[in-house]
């Protein structure tokens, strides 16, 4: 079979081949991959056009001293769905069903606790994400892999925390 | 509103579009993989990074030496890593995605994704909100833009090194 039409590829080739596109990233947009700094964007445009005085978006630009811009990263995130949404396509994967396995056996089978979990959990991580300035990819790959001091920080405290939750949350109950 | 040349956000578009497809050939797109990760039962997220950031800091470093990339090192706010990646790290468990894979997973057609990255707005639109009070907690026990190599007056060669090295050496390790 075609590789492009396969289902799965080794993590260490995929691993290999974000390493390579990183490289490129770095060569042409003279930026690492990063996906949450769009989002702090957008909600910055979100705020100026629904709310800006309740929202506070003037103050936050006066102390961050940024404003917002579409640029690079906002192809980027745009990009990531397509991506994914092509080699799913190419794979013939089946729709996934409303709530994953994993979830469903150890948590519940209601879809409404599924996406209220997941709005929750979404929020923190990207208050989060915003608090450090960077996720699993602009601290996780693109931060360590330039052996930024702030990025080796990040992914112990992540994996920590994140065990915690889910070994609660996920782990098998006896 | 501020835009960048139509240029560049086309090369975003194919950088991220040849990222989402890596991200579902490797299956980070599942709920399972991150999960799985954390739960320390399946380790393909773990290897995918290693890997990337091995073969990334080869590459970078190479093309630094010939002065060809600037290095993009991040701030270490000390408030704001230990805090926000305490907070991130449960977000993440709770979701089942990280911000990369949760894009890539929508593309699959993970509705709970989707509803995933609508929380991820509204987290964003709280931190504005939120960041002239949260400054100063952010920013306690700034270092500044420092990697490894300086911090520890090494070459940076010998952290590539040491992290290729650990790496294949870990690769190795699991296959048995």
């Given at each position: ?64 001293g940024k404003s917002p811009e579409i640029n690079w990263e906002w192809g980027l995130v745009t990009g990531v769905v397509l991506g994914s949404m092509l080699s799913a396509r190419l794979a013939k994967d089946p729709l996934p069903r409303p709530v ?75 | ?176």
């Open positions: 079979m075609h590789p492009l039409l396969r289902k799965r590829w080794s993590p260490y080739w995929v691993g290999a081949a974000i390493g390579g596109l990183e490289v490129l990233a770095m060569l042409t947009a003279k930026k690492p991959l990063g996906i949450t700094s769009p989002f702090e964007e957008a909600a910055v445009i979100v705020a100026d056009t629904l709310a800006p005085q309740a929202m506070g978006s003037e103050t936050y630009r006066e102390k961050s994953p396995d994993l979830w469903q056996k150890q948590v519940s089978a209601s879809p409404s606790l599924r996406y209220g979990g997941a709005f929750l959990g979404g929020a923190l991580m990207m208050f989060g994400a915003r608090m450090a300035k960077g996720c699993t990819s602009g601290h996780g790959i693109s931060g360590t892999m330039q052996f930024s001091a702030s990025s080796w920080l990040f992914v112990p405290i992540i994996f920590s925390a994140g065990a915690a939750v889910a070994k609660v949350l996920l782990g098998r109950k006896k | 509103m501020k835009r960048e040349s139509y240029g560049r956000i086309m090369l975003g578009l194919l950088t991220g579009t040849a990222f989402g497809f890596l991200l579902h050939k490797g299956r980070a797109s599942e709920h399972e993989a991150i999960s799985g990760q954390l739960l320390l039962e399946d380790f393909s997220v773990g290897k995918i990074m290693a890997t990337a950031s091995a073969v990334g800091a080869a590459g970078t470093y190479a093309l630094n030496e010939l002065k060809q990339v600037d290095l993009k090192i991040k701030p270490l706010n000390t408030g704001g890593i230990v805090l926000g990646g305490t907070m991130f790290g449960a977000g993440m468990a709770l979701l089942g995605y990280c911000p990369g894979t949760s894009l890539a997973a929508i593309g699959e057609g993970h509705k709970d994704a989707a509803v995933g990255a609508l929380g991820m707005l509204g987290g964003a639109l709280a931190f504005i909100k939120a960041y002239p009070y949260i400054k100063p907690v952010i920013e306690k026990g700034a270092v500044g833009e420092k990697t490894l190599p300086q911090l520890t007056g090494s070459s940076p060669w010998l952290w590539v090194a040491g992290l290729a090295g650990t790496v294949a050496l870990g690769a190795n390790l699991l296959k048995k």
